[in-house]
């Protein structure tokens, strides 16, 4: 696929995500300010990863909110969609700002890239159900 390609797809998956990506940061929107007793949930999908590559999500602050680990997943094939739960400190209004770090192996830490990671979305759950 041509690199003018990949960026507008990166874009349009950007623009429908609700998030917003710089200096390897990504802000995500919620639809509303987390509510008493709701929990916030990172949903992430995943494409091809190599054997043992794993993503972890950074906080705002630097600080690890999680680590994907997919395992005995077919080469070639989407690694799937994980869940991450989100801290209320992460949380900033209805705004969430993430990084996504993965460290191939016998590689040097980066940040995921559009192959790797295909959509972001954070959900809520309040629990009444």
Do not use: F, W
Not at 32 to 37: E, Q, S
Not at 57 to 77: C, F, K, Q, T, Y
Not at 94 to 102: E, S
Request: with cysteine; charged share 20%.
């Amino acid at each position: 696929m041509p690199r003018r390609a990949v960026a507008l797809a990166l874009a349009m998956l950007i623009a429908q995500s609700g998030c917003a990506a710089a200096g390897g940061y990504r802000t995500l929107t919620l639809a509303h300010p987390p509510r008493a007793g709701e929990a916030v949930y990172l949903e992430v999908r995943l494409g091809a990863l190599a054997g043992g590559q794993e993503i972890e999500v950074l906080g705002e602050d630097g600080r690890s909110l999680g680590v994907i680990s997919p395992h005995a997943i077919r080469a070639g094939r989407d690694a799937g969609t994980y869940t991450v739960p989100l801290p209320a400190e992460a949380i900033r209004g209805t705004r969430v700002r993430i990084r996504l770090v993965t460290t191939p192996a016998g590689g040097t830490a980066r940040d995921a890239n559009a192959d790797e990671v295909l959509e972001l979305r954070v959900t809520g759950d309040d629990g009444k159900n």
